[in-house]
């Protein structure tokens, strides 16, 4: 029924976890590679490249290494392009990386049917990242066969999945101890010690022998060059019987409280499971308009089908509110410390007034933005009706913003002011090629389509009819002066999810009424209706008058303080900034668009800046490391005998070696090493 992971993804978890973190030992290594971080659109892929490509240079075969790439690729009838790349696959160098990096696209198909992850690349692989997933690579395989010998790799649990846990796979094996690989700068963190826990529980109950000598449970993560590792004897037997009857769903033994004679055939569990969600299909819709409490169930149930929300913990939460007035409705978090998020599936949106402002304009607020954007969203509906009239099993439909899908990799982009269909085809954000008509984007990338596309325009014109009719006029009415307008500046680069994206957001009004972002611009635009007298919600923490000379050497003055993300100065030349952070005012960056960075004070002294009213301030410097005695994890102590920055120091160790061009963080870490 659900994987492992997505299991996880369903459970809510005691304060601290099932199994807290901190039981493990910890034990962090050093060696020479520096990793860089990485674009998060191939994230994805470089855990699954550096993993698989361990696993082959563990001594186990090609085809065993690459198992899940080589079953999805058979899925979607590309196994000879899969293995023609598996061929190039032959040790760690850039080729064998890029040949990895494009088959492991193919482990999406396996894991998931036939959807395809836009995480996982197809194009030309940045070298920079080539060269930071090799040394990921070679730090790993030499972890491996420190901790090895490695006994076991990509292996299920044949005989301990359960009736709600049905899937998952292992990473690696030694003699006694199961290994999890964690590719992520993020620390370790309950959900991956559930995992690894459900993965030995399901090791127990399957046909695996090996798992008889298990004792230990343990993470490696290369990025951060960290292991975390708990022997299984020091976990009490409380927390494998909660994970075993309450998480993975065995049934406990009539005959013995011991949870590895638990029975895995459990169909109560399954229904326990689904029973909340059949139950309790939250309908917003049954409540007389007003502010009403509901709980956190409640509002998950309400966005099962509407959002891709896990379920969500909000331990900050005093209450969750349901704001109802008419068709619309809104939901809104109450943290314990008094302030007000608008909520979006998981996400939190601040709001400036107390509820009853949101309340009274709901309705005025939905109306609006319907009056804006119906028109547009109808055309989407409407380009979608179509495309699925084409042939509806090769083509999505999908309505997101102001997307339309085709396909995972083919897309429509309607251009919300002009109509302007827009085919394009991508594999990430990053990568898109535009095409003039849907037919030429059909014939490079859905070659199979194109016949049926072709009679569909003879029998019927719809589509063509709806393209010709849509740059006829324009589709959003002018919104005035708001700052949603301003965010809608249309370009076909990498910006152009930035509105799509805010679109999304509005369009639940849309389809369901729902108001997901609050746009106060939308409001204001009509002073007539909006209700008056609305006072902010009492700010904690506010630096409201606070005084501070800025790094261009003018003082600035907090006039305003809406929350931690939203305050607005005023410098002593009279420009005020809005929408900067205290964090950027605490810092003394906020930058005053009237004076040039080349400017000096004399300068602006000449140009007529009141700069007798303040103080000339030099830029504050970091104290020098010159001097400093650290004693490094190789066990000797270095001085730093040059200091020329933060990141350009000469320290020399107690045995006379000289080591240029270090960092002042690696010094103080006692990461510099002893070589020549």
């Not at 186990?60 to 999805?72: D, P, Q």
């Not at 004076?595 to 004070?601: D, F, G, P, Y």
Request: proline share 3%; aromatic share 12%.
């Amino acid at each position: 029924m659900l994987s492992v992971t997505k299991r996880i993804e369903t459970v809510q978890q005691p304060k601290g976890g099932y199994l807290p973190t901190s039981l493990f030992s910890r034990y962090e290594y050093e060696d020479d590679y520096d990793i860089e971080d990485i674009l998060p659109a191939y994230k994805s892929a470089q855990g699954l490249v550096v993993d698989y490509m361990t696993r082959f240079l563990m001594g186990f075969s090609k085809e065993e290494a690459f198992r899940i790439s080589l079953s999805g690729a058979g899925k979607v009838h590309r196994l000879r392009e899969a293995e023609r790349l598996l061929r190039k696959i032959n040790t760690v160098d850039m080729e064998s990386v890029v040949a990895a990096y494009k088959l492991v696209k193919y482990d999406v198909y396996a894991r998931t049917g036939t959807e395809y992850n836009p995480e996982l690349v197809k194009g030309e692989i940045p070298e920079d990242i080539i060269w930071n997933t090799i040394k990921l690579i070679k730090r790993t395989c030499v972890f491996f066969k420190r901790s090895g010998p490695v006994i076991k790799i990509g292996f299920t649990f044949e005989g301990g999945y359960t009736s709600l846990v049905s899937s998952g796979d292992g990473d690696y094996l030694t003699k006694e101890t199961l290994w999890d690989l964690k590719v992520s700068k993020s620390q370790m963190n309950s959900q991956n010690t559930l995992q690894i826990l459900m993965y030995y529980i399901l090791g127990v109950h399957s046909v695996h022998k090996e798992f008889s000598r298990i004792k230990n449970i343990a993470i490696y993560n290369p990025i951060l060059n960290k292991a975390y590792i708990l022997n299984v004897e020091k976990i009490p037997d409380e927390i494998f019987q909660m994970v075993s009857y309450k998480v993975l769903g065995y049934s406990k033994s009539s005959y013995s409280n011991d949870w590895r004679k638990a029975d895995p055939k459990n169909f109560i569990a399954v229904l326990e499971f689904l029973e909340p969600m059949r139950r309790n299909r939250f309908d917003p819709d049954k409540y007389e308009d007003g502010v009403h409490d509901i709980s956190l169930t409640d509002y998950w149930s309400y966005n099962i089908g509407k959002t891709a929300m896990k379920y969500p913990k909000f331990d900050d939460a005093k209450s969750i509110k349901l704001l109802k007035k008419g068709k619309y409705k809104m939901f809104v978090l109450e943290e314990i410390d008094g302030k007000y998020k608008l909520l979006y599936g998981a996400r939190r949106h601040v709001l400036k007034y107390e509820l009853t402002y949101y309340y009274q304009n709901m309705e005025l607020y939905g109306e609006s933005i319907m009056q804006y954007f119906k028109k547009y969203w109808d055309f989407l509906y409407e380009v979608s009706e179509a495309v699925q009239e084409i042939d509806e099993k090769e083509f999505d439909g999908k309505v997101h913003g102001c997307i339309v899908d085709l396909d995972w990799y083919n897309h429509l982009y309607i251009n919300p002011y002009d109509g302007k269909i827009v085919p394009y085809f991508a594999e990430t954000m990053y990568e898109k090629h535009v095409y003039k008509n849907i037919r030429n984007l059909l014939k490079d990338h859905k070659p199979n389509t194109l016949l049926e596309y072709k009679r569909h325009l003879k029998t019927s014109n719809t589509l063509a009819d709806i393209e010709k009719r849509s740059q006829q006029r324009c589709l959003v009415d002018t919104l005035g002066n708001t700052s949603l307008e301003k965010d809608m500046e249309i370009e076909y680069g990498i910006d152009m999810y930035t509105i799509s994206k805010k679109l999304k957001q509005l369009q639940y009004i849309y389809d369901y009424c729902w108001i997901t972002r609050w746009y106060e611009g939308i409001v204001l635009a009509q002073p007539q209706l909006r209700v008056k007298n609305t006072k902010p919600i009492q700010n904690r923490g506010s630096i409201l008058g606070r005084t501070e000379i800025m790094e261009c050497g003018m003082r600035a003055t907090v006039i305003e303080d809406n929350g931690s993300d939203d305050i607005t100065v005023r410098f002593d030349d009279g420009m005020i900034v809005e929408h900067v952070t205290r964090g950027q005012f605490r810092k003394e960056i906020i930058k005053n668009p009237n004076i040039k960075k080349s400017r000096s004070i004399a300068i602006a002294a000449v140009e007529g800046y009141e700069w007798e009213k303040c103080e000339k301030v030099e830029k504050r410097k970091a104290p020098s490391y010159k001097g400093r005695v650290n004693l490094m994890k190789c066990g000797m102590e270095a001085e730093v005998i040059e200091d020329f920055g933060s990141n350009n120091i000469t320290v020399r160790f107690e045995d006379g070696l000289v080591k240029e061009h270090c960092t002042r963080a690696r010094f103080s870490a006692g990461k510099i090493s002893h070589d020549k």
